[in-house]
């Protein structure tokens, strides 16, 4: 099936980052949030960050146009009847997800992918409240959309090998690098970041070291581009504890149990950047 129109739920960090890949690529794109303003806040965000690149002479304003041209921000889900993909990118809880699958289920053309951004929720038991278990997919993307190359494609227990493939290569015409991965917990990147990123922070509960020496190891001394810690203030602690938590009732093992300064930061309500305050004030 031809892919043209991409409808994509959700207009926050993530699916606005994935509005703006599509669009640059030429589909066109319905970016939508639960309320007007929220779908309009997505595009706007879009807008700013496009600015951003004018300012550094990557592209100029006629690229922006076109671009915002080619994505409307809507607040229902009745447009979704006009597009040949979803991508699904709401917040991370599974009754919520839930929904809006059974609700894109009916709207939808029998043979269009219903995809979701999730990562690290079962895309087998969202496909299991769908009429389409066979066109069911976790196309998980990585933050900042536009920056990050990769995608996990997440095959479900239904998922076909023609969704797989229609997926996989529209992966590649968005310029991305795709990687297939089973449905587990956590998939292939969470698994192995976030016991990575709880480890750090036990090792800062512990007093091994504090956050500052632990990043500057794990960067110095393991090549990476940025600390464990201020990696989760990046991410939001409460996502990382989420993640866990999956992790830990998924597999039921208790190298997965969160660390309790984790816990204890999220009941504090310092979760990283997007409040000012994690590991790190900002």
Known sequence: MSIQTIFVVGAGQMGAGIAQVAADKGFAVLL?????????????????????????????????AA?????????????????????????????????IFVELDKLCR????????????????????????????????????????????VNGLATSAETYQTIYELSVKLDKTPAKCADYPGFVSNRVLMPMINEAISCLHEHVADAEAIDTVMKLGMNHPMGPLALADLIGLDTCLFIMQRLFHGFGDSKYRPSPLLIKMVEAGKLGRKVGEGFYKY
């Open 32 to 64: 939508h949030d639960i309320t007007q303003e929220l779908a309009d806040k997505g595009k706007n965000g879009i807008a700013k960050g496009l600015d951003k690149l004018i300012q550094k002479g990557k592209i100029d304003e006629a690229k922006k």
């Open 110 to 153: 029998p043979e269009v992918i219903l995809a979701t951004n999730t990562s690290s929720q079962s895309v087998t038991a969202l496909a299991a409240v769908t009429k389409r278990p066979d066109k069911i997919i976790g196309m998980h993307f990585f933050n900042p959309v536009p920056v990050m190359k990769l995608i996990e494609i």
């Open 67 to 99: 671009l915002l041209g080619r994505i409307r921000a809507v607040s229902q889900f009745a447009p979704a009847a006009d597009a040949d993909l979803v991508i699904e990118a709401a917040t991370e809880n599974m009754d919520i997800k839930k929904k």
